[in-house]
């Protein structure tokens, strides 16, 4: 499915990077003791492992969505981190178990809760999707007496988003399909835009928010809330997952739940993409991509080439505009008009090479090609 970013309307003001001596942000704190979640009472300094009740399999197997709390003794903000809302999208599963590995969380204020696994039947399964075909992340804030995905989404918008102050959602490109590491959020919040800096990814994308996604109910909720895409849907891809833990931990520096350490400057900033686009296939055939991800390319650089079998035609696949590739597919065979690869266009578009190179050679980029 193609998604089209766009910066905000005209008279939004332009996102821009946020002056180094910002302060953190601590908006929409809620006091501390006690969190209730599933009945259960977790009191500050305490880590608790939650199963929230979804529903039972046809053999009247009860399948949970299970969550690991940390609580830390000083108040502070709540983050929600979560993954494979999308069951087949595992990075942030592997991003969410190595966080919570972290020494550093010894010295956390405030309260994680992690969710590797939203999605728990498409992700036993290996399937984007609930059984019945339906898209989770379309089904938010959810009913009580909804089909199984609007209940899914209810139960997670009233138990667990409802606590939080701040939230991080991790993705990966859809099945055949890689990303470059990138933050897709609502830019217009300045809380949400400070946040997007602190994860320093490569990239940043401009999101316009999608109806029925976890995302736009933690906005109409008043929770700042990042995006992260990163490699490809049933992969683990460790430069994806090392980006992933690393930028969550700076973003919690940045909040003001951990001291200020190594993790939060290990990476250079990121640019504010100005538009991106997907450059589509000319024909039905082979696909032969030339470029990479995290590649610069100009406008009319012939990025791939789409052939017959026998080769008896080539047509070029060319560049639209100067930019950066951020997504691409990985799957040979295409039809007319699929996608085929993402480009990011910026402003500065030294400058973005510069930090997308310096943060290749820091996670090993070139490994997701």
Same mark, same amino acid.
């Given at each position: 499915m193609e998604i089209h970013y766009k910066m905000p309307n005209a008279g939004e003001p332009k996102p821009s990077a946020p002056p180094a001596d910002a302060p953190s942000v601590t908006t929409n704190l809620r006091p501390d003791p006690p969190l209730l979640i599933a009945d259960q009472e977790i009191l500050p300094g305490e880590t608790r492992r939650v199963e929230l009740s979804v529903a039972r399999l046809y053999d009247y197997t009860e399948q949970t969505i299970t969550l690991k709390v940390v609580r830390g003794k000083r108040p502070g903000p709540t983050l929600l981190v979560s993954a494979a809302i999308h069951g087949d999208e595992v990075n942030g599963v592997e991003i969410v178990r190595r966080l919570l590995r972290s020494k550093a969380l010894k010295n956390l204020r405030g309260t994680l809760i992690a969710a590797p696994i939203v999605n728990v039947f498409g992700f036993n399964s290996l399937s984007r999707y609930l059984p019945d075909r339906r898209d989770l992340n379309r089904c938010f804030p959810g009913s009580s007496r909804g089909p199984l995905a609007s209940r899914i989404a209810y139960l997670i918008n009233e138990q667990v988003l409802a606590h939080c102050t701040h939230a991080i959602d991790l993705h990966t490109g859809a099945i055949?399909? @890689?990303?470059?590491?990138?933050?897709?959020?609502?830019l217009a919040d300045p809380d949400t835009l400070k946040m997007a800096h602190a994860f320093r990814s490569p990239v940043i994308l401009n999101s316009q928010l999608r109806d029925g996604s976890l995302r736009a109910c933690a906005v109409g909720? %008043?929770?700042?809330?990042l995006l992260f895409e990163g490699g490809e849907a049933l992969r683990f891809e460790d430069s994806v997952i090392k980006s992933g833990v690393r930028g969550i931990l700076s973003v919690m520096r940045h909040l003001g739940m951990l001291k200020p350490g190594a993790e939060h400057d290990a990476a250079p +900033? +990121?640019?504010? +993409? #100005?538009? @991106?686009?997907?450059i589509r296939s000319p024909s039905s055939g082979i696909v032969r991509i030339r470029s990479r991800l995290? &590649?610069?390319? #100009? &406008? %009319?650089d012939v990025l791939g080439l789409v052939s017959d079998p026998l080769g008896e035609f080539e047509l070029p696949i060319a560049a639209r505009h100067s930019g950066v590739v951020i997504g691409l597919t990985k799957l040979p065979m295409v039809a007319r008009g699929d996608a085929v690869l993402h480009v990011a266009t910026f402003e500065h578009l030294d400058?973005?090479? &510069?930090?997308?190179?310096?943060?290749g050679e820091i996670f090993d980029i070139d490994r997701l090609s």
């Open positions: 055949h399909r @890689s990303n470059l590491p990138q933050i897709r959020a609502y909720r %008043g929770i700042p809330m +900033a +990121a640019l504010v +993409a #100005e538009d @991106s686009h997907w995290g &590649e610069r390319v #100009e &406008e %009319g400058e973005a090479m &510069e930090l997308v190179e310096e943060f």
